[in-house]
């Protein structure tokens, strides 16, 4: 916060924090031109379930590694999507909170899809619950830990229990989240804004919990004890959509722990086969979006099999035909969530003795990872998104060689932005919106950006077609 001895010429300064599953970054900004004036992060622990607290002390330690939070007027925190935080009824953390990868639940998706049934999952929040989603977490969490449900008095997300900390008041009924976030539980509609109290029953068993109040794309959530306006946060691929400037017909593809193709339309999706979520944006649009587990692990694992580094492998896929000589690499290394296995394996198909060579195994290894994607953007067009541009962002969006093939998997040129924290920067330009007070957020200068352009590979689709569904289940 600015004092009284503050410099009147000195820029109005926002926060934003990006808490993402790996790490926390802080950026602070110019709320008027966006322009950068200094940043910090901090590691987060390994692992599928984590203790929140951990999450706390690495946005400490990233404000601190950013210079503090002196002359910052506002500040919002946009984070991991779907993660399961239970609060008893002291605003304790009940257990470590469940995060999106954790996979334990995908029995409980398909139990819930079966209950209520495809249709009217998709009908009524947009999405069909797979084992990200909350509500499938609070289904497991019901049935492997009673006395964890019994005593859990709140449920809440990371970015909201994060809001939450920072307002400091410890009151329950202060917990705080935005429809972008909300849409990813399983029991809130992005169409009619409202939480489906029926359907968080079908999933913790009871609805006498408190849930974050939704509030709008700028309502302010209160103020830090040393009187920061809080912003209310969101997810972090909403965040990323609001940090890049995403407009109507943009499609984000993000490499990060996982792979999301996401679009900004003005109409809501209601998927029933549970390929495309019906999230929200962080703007008052709507945000479908398909996510695979798989991205930019895919990378450091081929480099690893190859004993290469990121610009190794790269070179190594450049130099590569184009379709790998047949070699198809099906990059399910850790389950996958679209098409919806989480029990499943990767695999090399078409290996011979010709296409057994470190190039085409990284070629394979980058075209993989793209024709999954291009499978995501395939299903959104199919549901009327509309599509103009295709922003590729994101640590796996640094590879040359995933850029440099991308448009001729998707068919489509691509859009390589300059490397930047744009889920933090996304949370920034709330914060600064929330402070304007205006009716839309501040027009900060966008990102300079590649344009990749290449002939279309459709063929490279069509192998990759034929090998998809050959895995086999993890021991």
């Known amino acids: 916060m600015s004092g009284p001895g503050s410099d009147p010429s000195a820029p109005t300064l926002v926060a934003g924090v990006d808490s993402s599953t790996q790490s926390c970054t802080v950026v602070i900004r110019d709320a008027a031109t966006g322009a950068l004036v200094r940043e910090g992060g901090a590691k987060h622990p390994t692992g599928t379930e984590v203790d929140p607290a951990a999450w706390w002390d690495a946005l400490q330690s990233a404000i601190a590694d950013a210079g503090g939070l002196d002359g910052v007027e506002a500040i919002a925190v946009a984070g991991q999507q779907h993660g399961m935080v239970c609060l008893d009824s002291s605003g304790e953390v009940v257990r470590p909170a469940l995060l999106w990868n954790d996979t334990r639940s995908a029995a409980s998706a398909d139990d819930l899809v079966a209950e209520?049934?495809?249709?009217?999952?998709?009908?009524?929040?947009?999405?069909?619950?797979?084992?990200?989603?909350?509500?499938?977490?609070?289904?497991?969490?019901?049935?492997?830990?009673?006395?964890?449900?019994?005593?859990?008095?709140?449920?809440?997300?990371?970015?909201?229990?994060?809001?939450?900390?920072?307002?400091?008041?410890?009151?329950?009924?202060?917990?705080?989240?935005?429809?972008?976030?909300?849409?990813?539980?399983?029991?809130?509609?992005?169409?009619?804004?409202?939480?489906?109290?029926?359907?968080?029953?079908?999933?913790?068993?009871?609805?006498?919990?408190?849930?974050?109040?939704?509030?709008?794309?700028?309502?302010?959530?209160?103020?830090?004890?040393?009187?920061?306006?809080?912003?209310?946060?969101?997810?972090?691929?909403?965040?990323?959509?609001?940090?890049?400037?995403?407009?109507?017909?943009?499609?984000?593809?993000?490499?990060?722990?996982?792979?999301?193709?996401?679009a900004v339309s003005p109409t809501a999706t209601a998927d029933p086969t549970g390929i495309i979520a019906g999230f929200a944006s962080a703007s008052g649009e709507h945000l479908p979006l398909v996510c695979t587990l798989n991205a930019a692990r895919v990378l450091d694992a081929a480099a690893a099999m190859l004993s290469v580094d990121h610009a190794g492998l790269s070179a190594l896929a450049l130099d590569a035909p184009a379709g790998s000589g047949g070699l198809v690499l099906v990059p399910y290394?850790?389950?996958?969530?679209?098409?919806?296995?989480?029990?499943?394996?990767?695999?090399?198909?078409?290996?011979?003795?010709?296409?057994?060579?470190?190039?085409?195994?990284?070629?394979?290894?980058?075209?993989?990872?793209?024709?999954?994607?291009?499978?995501?953007?395939?299903?959104?067009?199919?549901?009327?998104?509309?599509?103009?541009?295709?922003?590729?962002?994101?640590?796996?969006?640094?590879?040359?060689?995933?850029?440099?093939?991308?448009?001729?998997?998707?068919?489509?040129?691509?859009?390589?932005?300059?490397?930047?924290?744009?889920?933090?920067?996304?949370?920034?330009?709330?914060?600064?919106?929330?402070?304007?007070?205006?009716?839309?957020?501040?027009?900060?200068?966008?990102?300079?950006?590649?344009?990749f352009e290449a002939d279309p590979t459709p063929a490279v689709r069509d192998r990759y077609a034929q090998a998809r569904d050959l895995t086999v289940r993890q021991l």
């Open 116 to 262: 209520l049934g495809a249709k009217e999952w998709a009908e009524a929040t947009g999405s069909l619950p797979v084992a990200s989603f909350t509500v499938t977490k609070l289904r497991w969490l019901a049935a492997h830990e009673p006395d964890n449900a019994a005593r859990t008095a709140a449920v809440c997300l990371p970015h909201d229990w994060l809001t939450w900390k920072l307002r400091g008041t410890g009151v329950l009924d202060d917990l705080v989240t935005d429809r972008g976030d909300a849409s990813g539980t399983g029991y809130f509609s992005g169409v009619t804004n409202a939480y489906r109290p029926d359907l968080l029953t079908l999933g913790l068993g009871r609805r006498d919990v408190v849930l974050p109040r939704v509030l709008g794309p700028s309502e302010p959530a209160g103020r830090t004890p040393d009187g920061m306006l809080l912003g209310p946060g969101t997810g972090d691929n909403a965040g990323a959509a609001l940090g890049l400037g995403a407009r109507t017909g943009d499609v984000v593809i993000s490499l990060g722990t996982s792979g999301v193709v996401s």
């Open 333 to 451: 290394l850790e389950g996958e969530r679209t098409p919806n296995k989480p029990d499943s394996t990767g695999a090399f198909h078409g290996l011979t003795l010709g296409t057994s060579t470190p190039g085409h195994l990284a070629r394979a290894a980058v075209e993989g990872l793209l024709c999954g994607l291009a499978d995501a953007l395939d299903a959104l067009v199919a549901a009327g998104v509309p599509v103009q541009r295709v922003f590729l962002i994101g640590g796996g969006a640094r590879s040359d060689a995933v850029a440099g093939i991308a448009p001729a998997v998707l068919g489509r040129p691509v859009l390589r932005p300059t490397p930047g924290e744009y889920v933090a920067d996304g949370a920034a330009r709330q914060a600064a919106w929330v402070l304007s007070g205006a009716s839309a957020p501040p027009e900060w200068a966008a990102a300079d950006t590649e344009v």
